[in-house]
């Protein structure tokens, strides 16, 4: 399942398929919390793939679980038949605009209903921050003296010695990519930056820990970085100096940039495969050793390293990872095509005589 989400709604997308030989008729029921949500009749026939679309989901239940209830016979792996999912915690979050002014950027911070936007010039930075305060701070080509008071801060340009990142140099005309390294980092879904052109970039100089997102070639131009208790990405330009607010990935990375902010990672951190190992991140709980589980199963324990509980996820459903100070809450699915592709036989043959079927 996948959420998307439209203003202060989420829509559910479910894709259910056939791995069998004749036709299937099933029924669809998508509960929210213990109380089913939609249902629905359907046949699908061999091969087939469907997908359904639940909209305008609402409710204070964030545990989802679709159940398919098959019509024919009995059914040999009854664990594809669950599929479970949490809904995306719905968090307003303010988001103070510091800029002379930008259109693109202003119009893609305000594509989140859950976002509240205020704008400011750069004159007025340090006297707006004595009466207000927020989630998010969005730098356009301003550095402040001091570390801006928000939990999440995005700078463009940022210049001189108060940059967050240190800048080491410049390059004209880079030649922006995705690093490789990055390619899984909340920032940089389904972003791309090939063929993005730039005037001029400045050279950043990670410190140790920071992400790297975007390089020219060996040059660090965009990073990401965590300090305490803040986030923070800097591109090493500003936006009048590229034709990326012309493309696709600008409103999606600015999206991205604020999910992260929010420790909104639904797709990437709160939906996980059993007979895996997970590594699931604990914030804030670097020098933590052990965790505590509660699963389908019950109660367990779980080792920390680097702030990741490694929890091995044998059974389908919802597990809460619990440290000292943060906490997850995830859904298990079983997720494999080609598991649930059983083919499963009408008889067994051995030795060349037919076996019975045994008793029911």
Known sequence: SRFLKEGNYTNVLIEVANFGTAPEPTQLTLYSGDDPAF??????????????????????????????ALGLG???????????????????QRVLLVTEDNLYLEGA??????????????AEYQAHLLTSSYDVIVLDCVTPDTPPPAAGVVYFNP?????????????????LREAEAAKDHPVMRWVTLADVNIDRASVFAPR????????????????????GDQKLVAFGFGLAETDLTLRVAFPVLVVNLLDWFAGDDSDLVTTYRTGQTWAVPLEGESS???????GPRGVGKAPVSAGRAR???????IYRVEGNESAVTLAANLANPWESSLAVKATLTLGGRVLAPPPV
């Open 208 to 227: 140790p820990g920071d992400v790297v997102l975007a390089r020219s070639i060996r040059e660090p131009i965009v990073v990401a970085a965590e300090r």
């Open 311 to 317: 929890v091995f996820g044998d059974q389908v459903g």
């Open 288 to 294: 933590l050793t052990e965790a505590t589980v509660r």
């Open 39 to 68: 249902v629905k009749s359907m046949t699908l026939a061999p091969g087939e793939r469907r997908r359904e679309i639940y909209p305008d989901l609402g409710g204070d239940d964030r545990a989802l679980r679709a159940e398919l």
């Open 159 to 175: 210049r001189g010695p108060n940059s967050p990142v240190p800048v080491r140099g410049e390059i004209m005309r880079p030649e």
């Open 74 to 92: 009995p059914d040999a792996l009854a664990t594809d038949d669950v599929a479970w999912a949490l809904l995306p915690e719905r968090q307003r």
């Open 109 to 122: 911070l305000l594509l989140d209903a859950n976002v509240a936007v205020d704008k400011i010039r750069p």
